[in-house]
T-cell receptor, first 111, second 115 residues
Framework: SQQGEEDPQALSIQEGENATMNCSYK?????LQWYRQNSGRGLVHLIL?????REKHSGRLRVTLDTSKKSSSLLITASRAADTASYFC???????????FGTGTSLTVIP | DAGVIQSPRHEVTEMGQEVTLRCKPI?????LFWYRQTMMRGLELLIY????????DSGMPEDRFSAKMPNASFSTLKIQPSEPRDSAVYFC?????????????FGPGTRLTVL
């Protein structure tokens, strides 16, 4: 990927457990976003964190951003089978005109 | 709003044929993006427009690909001639520019198969 790399590439957990995905990027960013993609569907925006923010919450989602390490993490708490999907991080450069998506983490939540 | 609309949803064609994919962005959005997704290469940004003007087409793989946005409510991605390696899911997305808060809304995608 030109910009974002997610890890792990695949993650399998039991329902009720927490899932953590990480994203690393290369250049300075304006913001970082996480998207979810269900099989055969388009991506759906989950949460956005700005470069001057360190942590953000939305429901069962918690995102952290460390601009010094050029990395972000997405934590899904109390996972559900319906959370099974691929998760992508996306960045917008701080020059404003470059957009990149990571390689994605495939999450499987076993009921 | 109906969201981003793409057509067709599925396209099967033979090598050498021209393929045209269509996108209607969400009304009022000033950015439009075309992406290609494959297992091997993941999600790739091909081109994006701002106020109907192409801003960055560095992701367009080669001259066989072209994209236009004649007005704020319509865009096309054309492949001529198509090749089997163009088989992929092509997504269109749109967003409203708000600095630092520009969520992209994706269409359902067009699954292209080139035989």
């Amino acid at each position: 990927s030109q910009q974002g790399e997610e890890d792990p590439q695949a993650l399998s957990i039991q329902e009720g457990e927490n899932a953590t995905m990480n994203c690393s990027y290369k250049t300075s960013i304006n913001n970082l976003q996480w998207y979810r993609q269900n099989s055969g569907r388009g991506l759906v925006h989950l949460i956005l964190i700005r470069s001057n923010e360190r942590e953000k919450h939305s429901g069962r989602l918690r995102v952290t951003l460390d601009t010094s390490k050029k990395s972000s993490s997405l934590l899904i708490t109390a996972s559900r089978a319906a959370d099974t999907a691929s998760y992508f991080c996306a960045t917008r450069s701080n020059t404003g005109n470059q957009f990149y998506f990571g390689t994605g983490t495939s999450l499987t939540v076993i009921p | 709003d109906a969201g981003v609309i793409q057509s067709p949803r599925h396209e099967v064609t033979e090598m050498g044929q021209e393929v045209t994919l269509r996108c209607k962005p969400i009304s009022g959005h000033d950015y439009l993006f075309w992406y290609r997704q494959t297992m091997m290469r993941g999600l790739e940004l091909l081109i994006y427009f701002n106020n109907n003007v192409p801003i960055d087409d560095s992701g367009m793989p080669e001259d066989r690909f072209s994209a236009k946005m004649p007005n704020a409510s319509f865009s096309t991605l054309k492949i001529q001639p198509s090749e089997p390696r163009d088989s992929a899911v092509y997504f269109c997305a749109s967003s409203l520019f708000v600095w630092g808060a520009d969520t992209q809304y994706f269409g359902p995608g067009t699954r292209l198969t080139v035989l």
